[in-house]
């Protein structure tokens, strides 16, 4: 089992938090397992979407897909997912945040947490798609 298995388990299983087990932070904590880096280890935290967004307006990012533009290159090619890539999708569902949810290629699909509970859908579903072990910059 690597880490990143050992992740989506244990998170997977995890009541929703803003801050905590948000889409945004399980899709960081799951980069950190593929590749060992923390991007959020610098960044201030928050407990809401509110406190969420004011943090983005801090980054000086207009959203949360240039939050991670400007940190992982975009594939350009979605056959080359590797598990642990972040994927956002748009998920109309569950917009307290931002238009698009983060999710995590895994196994063939795509997974996340929301204020629902645990989500999935199709890759083909994504509409941005972050290379995790391709940085833009480090840290």
């Known amino acids: 089992m690597t880490e990143l298995d ?18 945004i932070t399980f899709a960081v904590g799951a980069v950190k397992a593929a590749t ?23 980054l000086k990012h ?29 998920n109309p569902a569950d917009t307290t945040f931002q238009k698009y949810s983060a999710t995590v290629y895994y196994k063939g699909k795509l997974v996340g947490v929301s204020s629902a509970g645990m989500i999935t859908f199709n890759v083909t579903d994504g509409s941005y798609f972050f290379n995790v072990r391709s940085l833009r910059v480090r840290g």
């Open 62 to 90: 207009k959203d949360i897909i240039e939050a991670f533009d400007v940190r992982f290159r975009q594939h350009k090619n979605i056959s080359k997912l590797q598990d642990g890539d972040v994927v956002f999708v748009d």
């Open 36 to 58: 060992g880096i923390d991007h959020l280890k610098d960044i201030n935290k928050w407990n809401s979407a509110m406190t969420g967004r004011g943090v983005l307006k801090k």
């Open 6 to 23: 050992k992740y989506i388990s244990l998170k997977l299983h995890q009541d929703f938090a803003f801050g905590e087990n948000d889409c």
